[in-house]
């Protein structure tokens, strides 16, 4: 399928702005993630020291009275706007804010989760990931309770803000993208027009330089690649222009030369046709115009 100008330009223009879309969403996307997760960390780490504080009470009786610690998460819940998780030394969970105490027994053994295994160690853990009994995605933070006998203690935060904030950077994006393309069609519809306005103006001088007004010049004197190939056209009119008087000239010459000359001159082509003949041979012979391109032996 052949392409105008126009529509070259639209298909570059729409292939730039979706190329540059994309390698934007790429980046932006990491980069606006990675920060607000980054926050999240920070604000979550800040509100797990304050949940441990609040079982260091129970780190005494918590082998004991196991229930004292999924009331503390269901009441700590709530104030810390997050899902807290009370998990002893052997990774069994002994509270949780999301899970009923009812419930507790059925949850899997905790004690190979990252965060869990870097609490242990005595830093404070953190790893994101789905979870399997909320179906979200969570950002988990752990740490140890102080003075207990390995209870951790651990946040778990949804990113559904960081979800909700890739979503709306995608559709500003979009709607970008959108207003672009529209920018884009209108600047290419102008810039084809003023272009093949140029182009044609070049088609049609071309044309009557090839049909023989070798006297016709562009005269554009516009510094782009469109004004570079408007004196380049000129400058190979001049050239052929010059070309064909310094012919002229030798063909005259010679003309005078040939008719000037007493003896007869016969030229003959590969065929022996006859190609032209002085006024010598012409009177001697009694040739006439007809002959020219018939066979000399004929003639």
Same mark, same amino acid.
Do not use: K
């Given at each position: 399928m052949k392409l105008g100008v126009r529509a070259k330009l639209f298909v570059a223009l729409l292939i730039l702005i979706v190329v540059s879309l994309g390698a934007a969403e790429i980046y932006l996307r990491s980069v606006i993630e990675?920060?607000?997760?980054?926050?999240? /960390?920070?604000?979550?780490?800040?509100?797990?020291?304050?949940?441990?504080?609040?079982?260091?009470?129970?780190?005494?009786?918590?082998d004991e009275e196991s229930l004292s610690w999924d009331e503390l998460a269901d009441r700590l819940g709530p104030l810390s706007h997050a899902r807290v998780t009370f998990i002893d030394h052997k990774g069994?969970?002994?509270?949780?804010?999301?899970?009923?105490s009812t419930d507790l027994m059925s949850l899997e053994n905790h004690g190979n989760r990252p965060e869990f295994q870097a609490a242990q160690s005595g830093r404070?853990?953190?790893?994101?990931?789905?979870?399997?009994?909320?179906?979200?995605?969570?950002?988990?933070?752990?740490?140890?309770?102080?003075?207990?006998?390995?209870?951790?203690?651990?946040?778990?935060?949804?990113?559904?803000?960081?979800?909700?904030?890739?979503?709306?950077?995608?559709?500003?994006?979009y709607v970008g993208g959108l207003v672009a393309l529209l920018v884009a069609v209108f600047l290419s519809s102008g810039a084809a027009v003023l272009?093949?306005?140029?182009?044609?103006?070049?088609?049609?001088?071309?044309?009557?330089?090839?049909?023989?007004?070798?006297d016709l010049r562009s005269h554009m004197d516009?510094?782009?690649?469109?004004?570079?190939?408007?004196?380049?056209?000129?400058?190979?009119?001049?050239?052929?222009?010059?070309?064909?008087r310094e012919l002229r000239d030798d063909r005259d010459l010679?003309? /005078?030369?040939?008719?000037?000359?007493?003896?007869?001159v016969l030229?003959?082509?590969?065929?022996?046709?006859?190609?032209?003949?002085?006024?010598?041979?012409?009177?001697?012979?009694?040739?006439?115009?007809s002959s020219v391109g018939r066979p000399a032996i004929e003639v």
């Open positions: 990675r920060d607000l997760v980054e926050r999240i /960390r920070s604000e979550m780490a800040i509100r797990l020291a304050l949940v441990a504080e609040e079982a260091r009470n129970l780190a005494a009786t918590a069994v969970v002994r509270g949780d804010s999301e899970v009923s404070i853990g953190d790893s994101m990931r789905y979870s399997t009994t909320l179906h979200t995605r969570l950002l988990y933070t752990a740490m140890l309770v102080p003075g207990s006998t390995g209870m951790v203690a651990r946040l778990a935060q949804p990113l559904a803000n960081v979800d909700r904030a890739v979503a709306h950077l995608r559709t500003f994006l272009l093949s306005r140029t182009l044609r103006q070049l088609t049609a001088l071309a044309r009557r330089m090839a049909a023989g007004e070798l516009s510094q782009d690649e469109v004004g570079e190939l408007a004196r380049a056209l000129d400058q190979l009119v001049q050239t052929l222009s010059c070309s064909l010679l003309g /005078r030369i040939l008719e000037a000359m007493r003896e007869g030229v003959l082509d590969s065929e022996r046709r006859i190609l032209l003949f002085n006024a010598s041979l012409r009177e001697t012979l009694l040739f006439d115009s």
